[in-house]
């Protein structure tokens, strides 16, 4: 049962440097989110995806692109990383919104120099 | 903006005693309630949910009670074992929505 699935689950970016974190569930799920967590914060979304073609602004979508490839397949983007990016993000899916069981990845540690 | 936070950022309890982490919410509209649990280096883990039309759900060692009027949700642990030790996060959203919103978490830990 692997759930969702992140990679890579460490990185080190360079300010500037570009970066995509891949995320895939197995649950057939039609909802997919990306939410980041920074220290003494809850998690704040960033951008979700309804269900299989479209996506939309979460709470803290500036500098950050997403792409729902297909059912299964959700990517965050970096185009040009910042310090301030800095963060430990996870990916989430549900069977369809928020007011049901959100079923989250193990985590992305990014940290920006 | 409406947002949901905590009362306490950390908790600690005797093996065996019963935990009550509470949890404050500023939307009326929001309907729908969870509960997370976020061990060190995990992702959060769902716990218990309740909707607005209930006050009280119950499940393994674990109850959810909901107040509207205060807007207040608090999560209750019955017998708390080493194994309970994480943050806790509450989360709220509205009926429709996609977007959760999380609280920053309380620390429980258990003392042995």
């Known amino acids: 049962n692997a759930g969702v699935t992140q990679t890579p689950k460490f990185q080190v970016l360079k300010t500037g440097q570009s970066m995509t974190l891949q995320c895939a569930q197995d649950?057939?799920?039609?909802?997919m989110y990306w939410y980041r967590q920074d220290p003494g914060m809850g998690l704040r979304l960033i951008y979700y995806?309804?269900?299989?073609?479209?996506?939309d602004k979460g709470e803290v979508p500036n500098g950050y692109n997403v792409s729902r490839l297909n059912k299964r397949e959700f990517s965050l983007r970096l185009e040009s990383a910042a310090p301030s990016q800095t963060s430990v993000y996870f990916c989430?899916?549900?069977?369809?919104?928020?007011?049901?069981?959100?079923?989250f990845g193990e985590g992305s540690r990014l940290t920006v120099l | 903006g409406e947002s949901v936070g905590l009362h306490l950022p950390t908790l600690s309890v005797q093996e065996g005693d019963n935990s009550i982490i509470n949890c404050a919410y500023s939307?009326?509209?929001?309907?729908?309630f969870i509960w997370y649990k976020q061990e060190s280096g995990k992702g959060p883990q769902f716990i218990i949910d309740?909707?607005?039309?209930?006050d009280k759900r119950q499940g393994q060692r674990v109850t959810v009670l909901l107040n509207k009027t205060v807007k207040h949700l608090s999560l209750q642990i019955a017998a708390t074992q080493p194994g309970d030790s994480a943050v806790y996060f509450c989360?709220?959203?509205?009926?429709?929505?996609?977007?959760?919103?999380f609280g920053k978490g309380t620390k429980l830990s258990v003392i042995p």
């Open positions: 989430a899916s549900s069977e369809q919104g928020a007011s049901g069981e959100l079923f």
């Open positions: 649950m057939n799920h039609n909802s």
């Open positions: 995806s309804a269900s299989e073609g479209t996506t």
């Open positions: 939307n009326s509209a929001s309907d729908y």
């Open positions: 309740i909707r607005s039309n209930m």
């Open positions: 989360a709220e959203t509205g009926a429709g929505s996609y977007q959760l919103t």
